[in-house]
């Protein structure tokens, strides 16, 4: 099956990268929306990279331009009528997933492959709102997406052979290095690995062993990660860390996974999350 137009469902700052990702490596890309200031957000956030990049010579103007022109915005699902591939890349909500699959599931071709960027959702609970479970399946990519080399093609219960070698062959277009997830378990390989983590500096803090600065720190020269734990959660948005810990410790039945009390506070404060764009560096923890 050859893919030459990929969906994209969502212009935020992941399905906006995720698009130019595909347009950068030659796919023409169709990005959808609800309304045209999310569609003009992404393709301004998918402009001030490709300048940056234009500035540090890693690209031309000329290529940069060529790219713009490969992806058509759209709020009209109907224009995927004609795509080859979908990457969904919606808010972290299964309600909200599985009415986005089955719209899907009604407009695109047969054997279009419906691929999710979701970083800790079931694919199977996904792909049981469609006709075809077995062209379902994750491609989890990493924010920002035009740099981050890793791609988790990821099996749901049904997920099929032909669909998981697609995705794979795909994301070694888009110059990425790929790893193949067997079993459709919460938070994959990376967030399975990295959420404990965040849990663990959280309770670093909140028992006063050190900073967050010098937690950050220690993370980034003892184990030579490029950012530390709550950077990098507050890149992420410490809401949406928050809700993977609730998942994770509902869907294994296991408290080793529950958001530590300084996290709930904060989200209970209402002021810390992606949308405010406050997380762990605004809060003035006493012990810190």
Do not use: C, W
């Amino acid at each position: 099956m050859e893919i030459k137009t990929v969906g994209v469902v969502g212009a935020g700052s992941m399905g906006a990268g995720i698009a130019n990702a595909f347009a950068l490596n030659g796919y023409d890309v169709i990005l959808n929306d609800m309304e045209e200031r999310f569609l003009d957000a992404g393709i301004n956030h998918m402009n001030n990279f490709m300048a940056r990049s234009v500035e540090k010579g890693k690209l031309t103007e000329e290529d940069k331009q060529a790219t713009l022109n490969r992806i058509t915005t759209t709020t009209d699902l109907q224009q995927f009528k004609e795509v080859d591939l979908v990457v969904e890349a919606i808010i972290e909500n299964m309600d909200a997933k599985q009415q986005l699959f089955r719209q899907l599931d009604d407009i695109v071709r047969d054997d279009v492959i419906l691929g999710t960027n979701t970083s800790s959702l079931s694919i199977t609970e996904i792909a049981s709102s469609t006709n075809r479970a077995d062209r379902v399946a994750g491609m989890h990519f990493f924010n920002p997406a035009q740099m981050m080399r890793l791609v988790e093609v990821v099996r749901g219960l049904e997920t099929s052979d032909e669909t998981v070698s697609i995705l794979k062959s795909v994301s070694e277009v888009l110059q990425k290095e790929v790893v193949e997830v067997k079993k459709d378990s919460p938070g994959f390989i990376v967030n399975r690995i990295m959420i404990p983590q965040f849990i663990e500096a959280i309770k670093v803090l909140e028992e006063g062993i050190a900073s967050k600065e010098d937690i950050d720190k220690a993370m980034r020269y003892g184990l030579n990660h490029p950012m530390g734990s709550f950077e990098l959660q507050d890149y992420a948005g410490v809401d949406i860390g928050y809700h993977v810990m609730e998942y994770f410790q509902k869907e294994f039945a296991d408290n080793r996974f529950a958001p530590p009390l300084l996290l709930k506070n904060m989200i209970r404060a209402g002021k810390y999350g992606k949308k405010s764009g406050e997380g762990f560096y605004q809060y003035k923890h006493p012990k810190s």
